[in-house]
Antibody
Framework: QVQLVESGGGVVQPGKSLRLSCLAS????????VHWVRQTPGKGLEWVASISFDGNKINYRDSVKGRFTISRDNSKNTLYLQMNSLRAEDTAVYYC???????????????WGQGTMVTVSS | QSALTQPASVSGSPGQSITISCTGT?????????VSWYQQHPGKAPKLMIYEVSNRPSGVSNRFSGSKSGNTASLAISGLQAEDEADYYCSSYRGSSTVVVFGGGTKLTVL
């Protein structure tokens, strides 16, 4: 079935790094833009970053620019989020999500992973 | 605070209809027809319920409908059922450096 499975979350000290992965299956990964969306415990959703189907178009929210890097390996059906210089306010559940329309970034997310928790704490 | 404004909570009895509003600006909700609605049950990932203001993905009940007027979008749920009890989030394309924004979420309680 169509699914996304995240991994790589954990507890990390402020200023350190972490890399999240998201393995896609059940659909043609190379045809879809994909995104990272986070959710602070008990609070709302916040878009983090997006990458187009071919990796040529990338967007970040302002608060993570210069610290986070989104990338994809279409040969491995995998999306990544490299997170550097982590801050306490980055603590959240991180979801990967698929854009609902092929070959476009329309920022509506029809398939979500189960999420991976990232805790930034000393 | 969130970029889009939603009521913190709404409630209704089984069989009734409710509406959840989502207010933004002319830079997001009012400027684009890319409003989406998500349902989230506790401990679960969000589920897309409405895209492009009023379109339902395959498999979503026709009890759910979306609309927009000016800078405010709305999600209507008719014939409330117990399983509709969840948090609902709206989102909109913004077209700036923060390309997509979410509302703060609305907790729907089915009495």
């Amino acid at each position: 079935q169509v699914q996304l499975v995240e991994s790589g979350g954990g507890v990390v000290q402020p200023g350190k790094s972490l890399r999240l992965s998201c393995l896609a299956s059940g659909f043609t990964f190379t045809s879809y833009g994909v995104h990272w969306v986070r959710q602070t415990p008990g609070k709302g959703l916040e878009w983090v970053a997006s990458i187009s189907f071919d990796g040529n178009k990338i967007n970040y929210r302002d608060s993570v620019k210069g610290r986070f890097t989104i990338s994809r390996d279409n040969s491995k059906n995998t999306l990544y989020l490299q997170m550097n210089s982590l801050r306490a306010e980055d603590t959240a559940v991180y979801y990967c999500a698929r854009d609902y329309r092929e070959y476009q970034l329309l920022f509506s997310f029809d398939i979500w992973g189960q999420g991976t928790m990232v805790t930034v704490s000393s | 605070q969130s970029a889009l404004t939603q009521p913190a909570s709404v409630s209704g009895s089984p069989g009734q209809s409710i509406t959840i509003s989502c207010t933004g600006t002319s830079s997001d909700v009012g400027g684009y027809n890319y409003v989406s609605w998500y349902q989230q049950h506790p401990g679960k990932a969000p589920k897309l319920m409405i895209y492009e203001v009023s379109n339902r993905p395959s498999g979503v009940s026709n009890r759910f409908s979306g609309s927009k007027s000016g800078n405010t979008a709305s999600l209507a749920i008719s014939g409330l059922q117990a399983e509709d009890e969840a948090d609902y989030y709206c989102s909109s394309y913004r077209g700036s450096s923060t390309v997509v924004v979410f509302g703060g979420g609305t907790k729907l309680t089915v009495l």
